[in-house]
């Protein structure tokens, strides 16, 4: 009996964690922001590479903690390795002291939180979270 409540505890955990990495995610930006992005700007963005919008404006970078799925699947697709290793990546431009523009570490709640009231902000967190949010504007998804 033992076993069956351990295998199905499995079973519920990676039921529960496809659910999780099933929910796109969304890069966004504050609503009143006009810029459209494309997948290699905001790789410039989140690499340190691009610092200001074209028409003037720090950009306000929001990165979810590497521990999380939705920074898992960012990375990977956007900046083509693993969360861990953007963080670390960035860790390393801070410590060194040639990070341009050094990004925030936030929950999912806080980033839509803070780019729907920071016109030069910008994040990504799971779609389920921004869709619907005023003062959100999503650019585009990552399945």
Known sequence: ???LYIALFLLAS???M???LADPIAVIVNSA???QLSLDDVKSIYADRAIAWAGGGRIAVYNLPADEAAAEIFARKVLGMSASEAAAAESNRVVSNVARNPQQMK???LVVAIVARTPNAIGYVPKSKAEGKPGIRILFTLD
């Open 33 to 35: 922001n006009p810029h």
């Open 14 to 16: 990676l039921l529960g």
């Open 107 to 109: 929950r999912d709640i």
């Open 1 to 3: 009996m033992r076993k």
């Open 18 to 20: 496809h659910a999780a």
